[in-house]
């Protein structure tokens, strides 16, 4: 080549942009477990919303949301208190299709057995376009079985919230076509410990009350209500708190700050502070834990579908880049040692989204099964804990897959990895989860009687399961203290994991997954799985994602 010929205006052996294709129809795993779960019924609606999520349109609104950050307006120019986030139009666009497919609301309308399933699935492809926007939509169909505890609430509330208009007017909630609901729950001397919370509840009868202190993280703060703690004389207490008041006048609630964070940034956080802001109780005074963690449950659900979703959408990144960058030779794809890898990548995102089904289907098998009950009352903290601490390290492995290329901000890959640790810290971090496992043992029997049953009913199929198993249930039966929290949950993790792939996975990747999580010998780095076979390699990154 001659000087003259040299072409400075083009790169070559670069991969095209990942874009417009179908989320749904791409991942295998995820297709299977809602077949055999159950909900076949959601594929349809499924395929169509994993066409709109990998749309080039989706992909780019999830950029601009996050490039352009909500902004908070304390006050208007006059010196009027307004309290209101503006966001940029990728978020209302994001919310919009979110909330007209059904993603928030599913659970409650379907009306058929795999409602939680078919939530979880379109949650899944949702959340792999931007986190922020997931949370407004998680607290939304998570806050139902709250609001439920009060008749009076539910039929107010309830209609609007399980509409499938998006309505983002700053305007009193019973003038709206549909609503979403945000929670307040923690306070700056706290955190996770919320018996400390100081914020005051002063009755004025008839179940309403005023509220008096501050939050130090109000998530979604432009929802059209929220879920608050507050002390009353019989105790901590569970409230509706709306942004206006019942007349249409704006409830006394001030947003201080919005929370400049790590990730999540495309939604908005807020330190909020209540000057005798009108509330209305949720059940019984004294019972404000158990009443809200009818909707943290569910937000600790989708936690788990939320990480195995951001680990998966960023694995197809690192297979499609694979799959056409060349180097010594060959392309990435088809050097053994990447292969391995990325194999091993893909084991890790299709055993996390079996995990996150396979509760969905338990709290589908819950409304009619106490012992399904009893099996996700340590099942999901379980999920939740392993598969949110399993997709930060998993992203930091699939970065360096892409190199320079997936390290700078023109890549998804710096924001999903910006953004997965929200789901480990939100809802209770690792050791809280540990923790509520542990106590779930002791404090309720049956969902360790439920537990054990589950790995019984599962001897017999694979030799190394067994052995987990059976390890695993010495462990559970030994009387365990904090320092075992963590090792028992990651212990019930692999085993649910490896137990649900025998069932519905292809045979070879179950049985890649056994030996390579299960052996006594397994490594804890990436890229050494057991196998020289490149064939079956390619087979399991291929169930993760079908490269189309």
Known sequence: MQAADFDFYSSHNQPPVLGDYNSFTSNRILKDAAHA???????????????????????????????????????????????????????????????????????????????????????????????????????????????????????????????????????????????????????????????????????????????????????????????VLAQTSGGLSCFLVPRFTPDGIKNKLYFQRLKDKLGNRSNASAEVEFHGAWAQLVGEEGRGVVNIMEMVRHTRLDCAVGSAATMQRALAEAVHHCSYRQAFGATLLNQPLMRNVLADLALESIGATALAMRIAKGFDDALQDEQSAHFIRIATPVAKYWNTKRAVIALGEIIECLGGNGYVEESILPRLYRDVPVNAIWEGSGNVQALDVLRAMQKEPASLTALLQYFQAEKGNHPLLDLHLTKTEKLLTSNPGHLQARQIVTDIALAIQATELIHIAAPPVAELFCQSRLAPDSSAGWGCLPTDNMELLLQTIAYAFQHQ
């Open 37 to 227: 779960y159950g909900a076949d019924w959601i594929h349809p609606q499924a395929v169509k919303f994993g066409a709109a999520m990998g749309s080039n349109a989706m992909q780019q609104a999830g950029f601009l949301a996050n490039k352009h950050t909500p902004v908070l307006k304390t006050h208007d120019r006059f010196g009027n208190r307004l309290d209101i986030v503006e966001f940029h139009p990728a978020y209302h666009e994001m919310m919009d299709v979110s909330i007209n497919g059904g993603v928030h609301a599913i659970t409650w309308t379907a009306n058929k057995y795999g409602g939680y399933l078919a939530h979880s699935v379109l949650s899944y492809l949702k959340q792999q376009i931007d986190e922020g926007t997931s949370c407004p939509l998680t607290m939304t169909f998570a806050v139902v079985p709250s609001l439920r505890i009060n008749g009076e609430i539910a039929d107010a509330w309830l209609p609007l919230a399980l509409s499938d208009k998006y309505d983002p007017r700053h305007i009193p909630w019973y003038d709206k076509n549909g609503l979403t609901f945000g929670m307040a729950i923690t306070e700056p001397q706290g955190g996770s410990d919320v018996r400390t919370n100081t914020t005051i509840a002063a009755p004025a009868g008839g179940g309403i009350y005023y509220l008096t202190g501050r939050k130090w993280f109000c998530s979604a703060p432009m929802s059209d209500a929220f879920l």
